[in-house]
C-alpha cells in the first residue's frame, strides 16, 4: 500500500495534467460554443458558475414527491435501514470515491448512494431490482420500454445540472408515477434485466431537448412514412430464342440532346429544392442551449449478446425511444451501473458518446467499482501491449483494501408490482399528450373514453401547431370495428378503416359529407360479402363497382344517373329515384365459354334503347366480336308489331357463324337482354339503397358507439360477472340447503336418552311417536298462526271499512285515496294468507306422511321398527 | 298389358314428321312466327319428343346432330337402332316399347339418363360405352339372372337404378343384394336407399362382395401396369431408343439365326457368346441413355423456342389490342359527331378524316405483324439450324456406337470361326469325343459348310444391326423435318389468319363508314 501511495504521489502531477486535458475535453461542447484558446480549470469553473447563474432563468420544479405525500413508516425494514453488507458497501464505495476524486480531481464527484424515500443512503446498484413481469407486452424491450415512457409522468431534475440527492426506490415511483430520468432509468433497468436484456442505467449528459423531454423538434415516428422498398426486379436473361426488336430508326444525337435538356432541368428542381430545404432547417432550428453539454440527464444502454441483440443502443426512457450509441443527443457518460457493479467512464466524451466503446471489460476506459463480480475482460489482449504501465494508474485505485471476493448485496427494494388495472390504464389518469414536431399525440388507456378512442394524432402545418393539417384517430374495441379515422382538414376528407366484422362487410369508408349522391369511396370486404364486391366509388353524377370472385364474373359495373325528374311535391326523394342513363358493365373471362360468346363488356344506353356488347378476345386474336342491338320497338304499316328485323342487330363477327346470322338467335338474344337490363338496372337501385342503409347505419353507430367487451374480460363484462355472482349465489344456497338436509330431526329427542346407550324397541317406538307427534303439533301450530293472522286482518279490513262507511260523506280526496289503496292492500295480504292457509292444508298431511317414512328408513330405528310393522 | 297397336298402322318416322314435329316444339309465342318465317334447321334442335307416334323404325335422325333429349317412349320400337350420330345426347327414353335387347348405343358416351321401362329386356350388357351414366331404369322387363347387376358395377356414376317389375326383383333378396353390389347407389326403384341398409347389405353380402372387389382390384392393377408399360415405350419411342435398354437387339440377332443357336454347342463358344453378349448389352445401354439425353435436350430446346415465340406472338397481339382500342374509342366519338353534324361539308370532311383513321389503323397493324414475321422467321431459322445440329450430332454418336457394336460382331465372328475351324480340324482327326448334336455335326462335313454358316449367321447379325441403326436415322431425320415443317406452316397459318382477321376489321369499319355516307346521302 505504501508503495502504491507513492507510486500515485509520483504520477500525480502527470495525471493532473492528464486529467485536465480530458476535463477539458468532458467540456468541450461548452468550448465548441466560444471559440476561445484553451481554457485553465478556473476559467472553466467560473464559466460554469456563470452558467449555473443564468440557468435560474429555468423555474425551479420542488421535487414533487414531498416527504409528507407518502408514510414511510408502511415501507419494509430494508427501506429504512441498511445491512452491515450494504454498510460495507457504502464504506467501499467512498473510498473509491475518495480515490477517485483524489486522482481525477477535475471530475464532478460520482453518483453513488444517493438517499432514498426513508433519508437512508442507499447504493445506486442496489436500487436496481431486476424483475420480470407477468405481462407477455413487458419481455421485449421497445414494448417495456414504452410502457416506462408511458406509465410515469416526468419530472425534471431539481437542479438539471446535478443528479439529484434523492433516489426513490422503483415501489414509491410507481405508487406515484411520477419521476425524474434517474428513476425512469432504474425503472426501466431492472424490468429490462428482468427479461434477460444485459442493461446498464447510466449517469451522463444530454442535450436540452432530451432532458426536458421536449419532443418538438422531432418527426413523429407516426407521420413518417414507410419507404417504399423498391424491389429491383430480377432481370430475366434473355432467352436463346428471344425475337429481335424492330431496328431503332430514330436519331442518337437528338435523344442525347433531349437528355441533356431534361437533366439540366431536373438538376434545376434539385437545387431548388434543397435550397427551399435549406431555408426549412433554418427556421426549425432549436435556439442555442446556453448550458449545452453541461445537463445531467440518465439513460438506459442496453449491450448487445444477450436477447439476441445484435448490436447496442440507448433508450431514452423519457421518450421509449431507442438510439444508436452515436446519437446527437447523448453528450457524455460520467458512470453506468447494473445491480451488480458500478463502472466510471474513463474515456474523453469530446465528441458526445460517438466515440466510446462500451467494452466494460477494459478497465482502461470503464473502471469498475467491485472486481470479478460481472465482465470478463472482453478485449484485453490488444490493450495488454500497449497500456500496461499506464493501467496501473486507475487501475488499481480502491482496490487495494477491498475484500476481492466482495460482491453487491442484493437489492433493499421489493419486488416491482404493477396490478393489471394498473398496467391497462398505463399512462397517469389514463391519458397521455406527446407534443412532436408539427404533431400532437393523445393516448387514452382502452375503455377510458366512451367512443372507444384510444389515440389521436394531431398533424398540423406549422411549427407553433395552430393550423391543423390532419386528425388520426384509433379506436378500440368498437362494436362497429371502428379502427382507424382519418380527417384531412385541408380536403375536407375523411376515411374510416373498419377491422374485419362490421356488419355491412365494410372496410374503408372514404367521404367528405355523409350526405348520399356525394363523392365517396367505400371498400369492403369481399370475402364477408354474398356478391363479392369489392369497392364502390360515388360522385354526384356516377357510381362504380368492383367485384371479384363472382359465378357471373362481373367483375365491374358503372351507373351514369341522368338529372332527377321533378315529381310532384307528395313524392319524397325516396320514392324517386335518379333515372338511369347508362349502365356499363364489364366481365371477366369465363373459361366455360367460347371467346365470342363471352361477353366482356355490355352497355346499356337506356333512354336510347340501345344496347351495345362487346365480346371477349380469343386467345390468338386481336380483334373481338362486337354486337349492337336497337330495342325499341316499332310498329309497321300493316299496324303489327315488328318483332325482329335485321336492321336492329348490327354486329361484327371475327369468326362469322351461321346461326347468329339468323333472326331467331338475335331475337332470343335481345329478350334475354332486356331481361337482363331489368336486372342490372334493379341492381343498381338496390346499391343505392344499400349505401343509404349503410349511411343510416353509420350515422347510428357513430351515435351510439358501444364498445365491446371480450367474455374474457372478467372485470368489465357485465354479462359474465352477473352470471359469476349468480353461480356463487346458486353455490351458496346448495350450500346452505345441504347444511340444512343434515338437520337432524331425531336429535332432539334422542337426547334426552342417556348417551352411548343402545335403543331398546320401547324406546325407538317412543322416539317416533315422539317425533311425530311433536311434528304433527307443530303442524297444527302454523295451520293456527295462519288462522289467526287471517282473522286478524279481516277483522281490521272489516273495521276500517265500517269506519269509511261512517265518515264517506266528510273524507278529503286524500284520505279516500289512501283509504282505497289501503284497502287493496289488504286484501291481496287477506288472499295470500287464505293461499297460504289452503296449501298448508293441503300439505301438512304430505308433510307428515312422509317424516313418518323417513323415520321408518332411519337407520337408527329400523331394525325396530321392522318388527314392528 | 294388351296393346292397342295391332289395331293401328305403324308409322314410318319421315321428314314430314320430324318436320312437324320440331314445329310444335319449336320456339313459341312472339317468337314462333320468327321461327316459321325462317324455318328451323334440324342440327339446332336440342330436344325432341316423338311419344305415342306409333313408330316401328327409328330412322332418318341423323340430322340432329345437337340433339340433347329424345324421347322416343310409348312407341312400337322393337329393335335400337339409328342413334349412332347423335353423340351429344343426354337424356334418353325409350319406354314403353318393344325392345328385346340392349344394342346400338356404342357411340352415346355423353348419355346420362337412359330408360328403358316397360320392355322385353332379359339381359343387361352393350352399355359399355356409356360412362356418364347416372340413371338407368329397366322396371317391367323380362330380367331374370341376378349375375346381371354385378355388369352395373362399372358404372361409377350410376345413382338411380329401377328393376322393379322383372323376375329377380321377385327374390327375397333383390334389395340387399343390389344395395350390397353397388353401394354408391342412392335410389334404388325410386326409394331412396338409407345407410342403415347399405350396413345390413353390406354386412350380409361381405364374402362374395370382397372376393370380387379383390378381383376387380387386381385387374385394375394389371391395366395400370400395363398403361404404365406402354407410357415408358412411348416415351422410350420418342427417343428413337426403344428396345435399347437391355438384350432385346442381341436376343433378336439370334432369334432368326439357326446356324448360331448350333454353333453355340461347340466347345468354348459358350463362353464366347456370353462376354459378347455382355459387352454388346453394355454399348445398347449406352446408346440408350444417350438417346434419352439427347431428348431431353431436344425437348428443352423446342420448349424455350416455343415459350420465345408465344411470348413474342403475345406481345405483338397486345400491341395490335392497345390499338385497336384506341381506334375504337375513337371511332365512337367520331361516330356521334358525325351523326349529329347538321352542315353537310362539315360531314363530309369528317367523313374523310374517319376513312383516313382507318386507313391509318390497317397501316399500323399490318407493319405489326409484318414486324413480327420477320422477326419470327429469323427465329425459326434459328432454331431449325439449331434442331439439326443437334438431331445430326445425335445420329452421329449413335452411329459411332453401332459401329462399335458391329466391330464386336466382327470381333467375335473371327473368334468363332476360328474355333469352327479349329473343331472342324479335331473332328476330322478325330480328336473330338464330345457330343454333339447330329444337326450340329452335320455342319462339319468339310471347311465350306462350316465356313458359310458362320457367315451366314455374321451376316444376318449384321443385317439386324444395320436394320435397327437405319430405323433410328430415318425416324430421327423424319421428326425433324416433320418437326420444322409444323413450325413453318403454323406460322404460314398463324400470319395468313392474322391477315384474314386484320382485312375483316377494316372491311368491317370501312363498310360501316360507307353505310353511313350512303344514309347521308338518302337524308
Known amino acids: ?869 | 298389358m294388351q296393346r292397342l297397336y295391332d289395331s293401328v298402322e305403324p308409322r314410318v318416322m319421315d321428314e314430314h314428321m320430324l318436320k312437324l314435329a320440331v314445329e310444335e316444339q319449336g320456339p313459341q309465342e312472339e317468337a314462333g312466327p320468327l321461327a316459321r318465317q325462317e324455318g328451323i334447321l334440324f342440327k339446332d334442335v336440342l330436344s325432341l319428343r316423338l311419344d305415342f307416334q306409333n313408330i316401328l323404325h327409328i330412322d332418318s335422325l341423323w340430322q340432329f346432330e345437337n340433339l340433347r333429349k329424345l324421347q322416343l317412349d310409348n312407341n312400337i320400337i322393337e329393335k335400337i337402332e339409328g342413334l349412332e350420330h347423335l353423340v351429344h345426347l343426354v337424356w334418353l327414353d325409350l319406354s314403353f316399347n318393344n325392345i328385346e335387347a340392349i344394342e346400338g348405343l356404342d357411340t352415346l358416351v355423353n348419355l346420362e339418363d337412359l330408360s328403358l321401362f316397360n320392355n322385353r329386356i332379359s339381359k343387361i350388357d352393350s352399355l359399355d360405352a356409356l360412362v356418364k351414366l347416372q340413371v338407368l331404369s329397366l322396371g317391367n322387363n323380362q330380367i331374370g339372372n341376378m349375375m346381371n347387376i354385378i355388369y352395373l358395377r362399372r358404372f361409377k356414376a350410376l345413382r338411380t337404378l329401377s328393376l322393379s317389375g322383372n323376375p329377380i326383383a321377385e327374390s327375397e333378396d333383390y334389395k340387399m343384394f343390389i344395395c350390397a353390389y353397388l353401394p354408391d347407389l342412392g335410389y334404388l326403384d325410386f326409394r331412396r336407399i338409407d345407410d342403415h341398409m347399405k350396413d345390413l347389405a353390406r354386412s350380409k353380402h361381405q364374402y362374395s362382395i370382397d372376393g370380387l372387389k379383390q378381383q376387380e382390384h387386381l385387374t385394375q392393377a394389371r391395366l395400370d401396369d400395363e398403361r404404365a408399360r406402354q407410357e415408358e415405350l412411348k416415351k422410350h419411342k420418342v427417343a428413337f431408343v426403344e428396345h435399347l435398354n437391355g438384350s432385346f437387339l442381341f436376343d433378336s440377332m439370334y432369334a432368326e439365326d439357326v446356324e448360331g443357336n448350333k454353333l453355340a454347342y461347340l466347345p468354348g463358344v459358350g463362353e464366347l457368346l456370353q462376354a459378347y453378349k455382355d459387352k454388346f448389352v453394355i454399348i445398347c445401354l449406352n446408346i440408350f441413355e444417350y438417346g434419352l439425353k439427347q431428348q431431353e435436350k431436344r425437348k428443352l430446346e423446342l420448349d424455350t423456342f416455343n415459350e420465345c415465340i408465344q411470348e413474342a406472338i403475345q406481345e405483338n397481339q397486345e400491341q395490335g389490342k392497345r390499338r385497336i382500342a384506341k381506334f375504337e374509342e375513337k371511332h365512337l366519338l367520331s361516330l356521334n359527331a358525325i351523326r349529329e353534324q347538321s352542315n353537310l361539308t362539315n360531314i363530309e370532311i369528317k367523313i374523310v378524316e374517319y376513312g383516313e383513321d382507318i386507313t391509318e389503323l390497317f397501316n399500323v397493324l399490318m407493319t405489326l405483324e409484318m414486324h413480327l414475321v420477320e422477326q419470327l422467321e429469323e427465329t425459326i431459322n434459328m432454331f431449325e439450324r439449331n434442331i439439326t445440329d443437334l438431331v445430326a450430332l445425335f445420329i452421329e454418336n449413335v452411329q459411332s456406337l453401332m459401329a462399335q457394336c458391329r466391330d464386336l460382331e466382327n470381333h467375335h465372328h473371327e473368334k468363332l470361326l476360328e474355333i469352327s475351324i479349329n473343331t472342324l480340324e479335331r473332328i476330322v482327326k478325330g480328336e473330338l469325343n464330345e457330343d454333339l448334336p447330329d444337326d450340329v455335326r452335320a455342319l462339319f462335313v468339310d471347311k465350306d459348310t462350316i465356313v458359310n454358316a458362320v457367315g451366314a449367321s455374321h451376316d444376318i447379325h449384321l443385317l439386324k444391326i444395320d436394320n435397327r441403326e437405319d430405323e433410328l436415322v430415318t425416324r430421327t431425320n423424319s421428326w425433324c423435318t416433320h418437326l420444322v415443317d409444323t413450325i413453318h406452316k403454323d406460322e404460314i397459318m398463324r400470319n395468313r389468319r392474322r391477315v384474314k382477321e386484320i382485312n375483316q376489321y377494316i372491311d368491317h369499319m370501312q363498310n360501316e363508314l360507307d353505310n353511313l355516307e350512303c344514309s347521308d346521302v338518302i337524308d
Open chain 1, 1 to 869: 500500500m505504501e508503495v502504491l501511495k507513492e507510486k500515485v504521489e509520483e504520477e500525480e502531477e502527470a495525471e493532473r495534467e492528464e486529467a485536465a486535458e480530458r476535463g477539458e475535453k468532458v467540456m468541450r461542447p461548452v468550448e465548441m460554443r466560444r471559440e476561445e484558446p484553451p481554457m485553465t480549470q478556473e476559467m472553466l469553473r467560473d464559466l460554469e458558475k456563470k452558467l449555473s447563474e443564468i440557468e435560474i432563468v429555468i423555474p425551479e420544479q420542488p421535487s414533487i414527491i414531498t416527504r409528507d405525500t407518502f408514510d414511510i413508516s408502511k415501507l419494509p425494514l430494508s427501506y429504512q435501514s441498511n445491512t452491515l453488507k450494504e454498510e460495507h458497501l457504502l464504506q467501499v464505495a467512498d473510498n473509491f470515491a475518495r480515490q477517485y476524486s483524489h486522482l481525477c480531481p477535475d471530475r464532478v464527484p460520482l453518483f453513488l448512494h444517493p438517499l432514498n424515500e426513508c433519508e437512508v443512503p442507499k447504493f445506486v446498484s442496489t436500487t436496481i431490482r431486476p424483475t420480470l413481469m407477468p405481462y407477455p407486452e413487458l419481455y421485449n424491450w421497445d414494448s417495456c420500454a414504452q410502457f416506462v415512457s408511458d406509465f410515469l409522468s416526468m419530472v425534471p431534475l431539481p437542479d438539471p445540472l446535478q443528479p439529484p440527492s434523492h433516489l426513490y426506490s422503483s415501489t414509491t415511483v410507481l405508487k406515484h408515477q411520477k419521476g425524474n430520468c434517474f428513476d425512469f432509468s432504474t425503472l426501466l433497468c431492472s424490468l429490462l434485466i428482468g427479461a434477460g436484456y444485459d442493461a446498464y442505467c447510466i449517469n451522463g449528459y444530454g442535450s436540452r431537448d432530451l432532458c426536458q423531454m421536449d419532443l418538438t423538434r422531432d418527426v413523429c415516428p407516426l407521420t413518417m412514412k414507410h419507404k417504399e422498398v423498391v424491389q429491383e426486379e430480377e432481370k430475366v436473361p434473355p432467352k436463346k430464342y428471344a425475337i429481335k426488336p424492330p431496328r431503332d430508326l430514330s436519331s442518337r444525337f437528338e435523344q442525347e440532346q433531349e437528355m441533356k435538356k431534361q437533366q439540366e432541368i431536373k438538376a434545376e428542381e434539385e437545387k431548388r429544392r434543397k435550397e427551399e430545404e435549406q431555408r426549412l432547417l433554418e427556421v426549425e432550428k432549436a435556439k442555442i442551449d446556453p448550458l449545452h453539454g453541461l445537463r445531467v440527464h440518465a439513460w438506459v444502454l442496453v449491450l448487445s449478446g444477450k436477447r439476441e441483440v445484435p448490436e447496442s443502443f440507448f433508450i431514452d426512457p423519457f421518450t421509449g425511444r431507442s438510439y444508436s450509441t452515436q446519437h446527437d443527443h447523448f453528450l457524455g457518460i460520467e458512470s453506468l451501473w447494473n445491480h451488480k457493479n458500478y463502472w466510471v467512464n474513463m474515456q474523453d466524451c469530446w465528441n458526445g458518446c460517438k466515440d466510446l466503446v462500451f467494452d466494460l471489460g477494459d478497465p482502461v476506459r470503464w473502471e469498475y467499482l467491485l472486481l470479478g463480480t460481472d465482465k470478463a475482460h472482453l478485449s484485453m489482449a490488444e490493450d495488454e501491449e500497449d497500456g500496461m504501465n499506464d493501467d496501473e494508474d486507475v487501475e488499481n485505485l480502491g482496490k487495494e483494501d477491498e475484500d476481492k471476493s466482495f460482491d453487491m448485496p442484493s437489492s433493499w427494494v421489493e419486488k416491482i408490482e404493477i396490478s393489471p388495472e394498473v398496467f391497462e390504464t398505463r399512462c397517469p389518469n389514463g391519458k397521455k399528450v406527446i407534443q412532436y414536431k408539427r404533431a400532437k399525440l393523445e393516448k387514452w388507456a382502452p375503455y377510458l373514453n366512451s367512443n372507444g378512442l384510444v389515440c389521436r394524432l394531431t398533424t398540423y402545418e406549422d411549427l407553433e401547431c395552430t393550423k391543423t393539417l390532419e386528425i388520426k384517430e384509433w379506436y378500440q374495441n368498437r362494436e362497429d370495428m371502428l379502427e382507424l379515422k382519418h380527417i384531412n382538414k385541408s380536403t375536407g376528407l375523411n376515411i374510416d378503416y373498419f377491422k374485419p366484422g362490421h356488419p355491412q362487410a365494410l372496410r374503408v369508408h372514404s367521404y367528405k359529407s355523409m350526405q348520399p349522391e356525394m363523392d365517396r369511396v367505400m371498400e369492403f370486404y369481399e370475402t364477408a360479402r354474398v356478391d363479392g364486391l369489392i369497392k364502390r366509388e360515388e360522385t354526384p353524377k356516377t357510381m362504380t363497382e368492383y367485384y371479384q370472385g363472382r359465378t357471373d364474373f362481373l367483375s365491374y359495373r358503372h351507373v351514369d344517373f341522368g338529372e332527377r325528374v321533378k315529381k310532384l311535391a307528395l313524392n319524397s326523394a325516396e320514392s324517386n329515384p335518379r333515372p338511369m342513363v347508362k349502365i356499363t358493365e364489364r366481365f371477366s373471362r369465363n373459361p366455360e365459354k367460347p371467346a365470342d360468346e363471352d361477353v366482356a363488356e355490355r352497355v346499356f344506353l337506356i333512354p336510347e334503347e340501345r344496347i351495345r356488347l362487346c365480346y371477349h378476345c380469343w386467345d390468338d386474336r386481336i380483334t373481338a366480336s362486337k354486337r349492337e342491338f336497337l330495342r325499341h320497338t316499332e310498329v309497321d304499316s300493316k299496324g303489327n308489331k315488328i318483332i325482329m328485323t335485321p336492321d336492329m342487330c348490327i354486329g361484327f363477327e371475327v369468326e362469322p357463324m351461321e346461326h347468329t346470322k339468323k333472326l331467331l338467335y338475335q331475337y332470343e338474344a335481345m329478350m334475354k337482354l332486356k331481361n337482363e337490363e331489368k336486372l342490372s338496372r334493379h341492381q343498381a337501385w338496390e346499391s343505392e339503397l344499400e349505401v343509404l342503409e349503410i349511411l343510416k347505419l353509420r350515422e347510428e353507430e357513430e351515435e351510439v358507439h358501444t364498445l365491446t367487451i371480450s367474455i374474457y374480460d372478467a372485470k368489465r363484462n357485465e354479462k359474465s360477472k352477473e352470471y359469476r355472482e349468480a353461480m356463487e349465489r346458486v353455490m351458496h344456497e346448495e350450500h346452505l340447503r345441504q347444511v340444512e338436509a343434515q338437520l337432524d330431526y331425531l336429535a332432539p329427542f334422542l337426547a334426552q336418552l342417556p348417551p352411548g346407550e343402545k335403543l331398546t324397541r320401547w324406546q325407538a317406538m317412543r322416539v317416533k311417536d315422539e317425533c311425530l307427534s311433536d311434528f304433527k303439533q307443530r303442524l297444527i301450530d302454523k295451520a293456527n298462526l295462519i288462522q289467526a293472522r287471517f282473522e286478524k286482518e279481516t277483522q281490521e279490513l272489516q273495521k276500517k271499512q265500517q269506519w269509511y262507511q261512517e265518515n264517506q260523506v266528510t273524507l278529503t280526496a286524500e284520505v279516500e285515496d289512501w283509504y282505497l289503496s289501503y284497502c287493496s292492500q289488504a286484501m291481496f295480504r287477506i288472499r295470500i294468507l287464505e293461499q297460504r292457509l289452503h296449501r298448508h292444508k293441503e300439505l301438512a298431511p304430505l308433510k307428515y306422511l312422509a317424516l313418518e317414512e323417513k323415520l321408518h328408513k332411519d337407520p337408527r330405528l329400523v331394525e325396530f321398527l321392522k318388527v314392528f310393522v
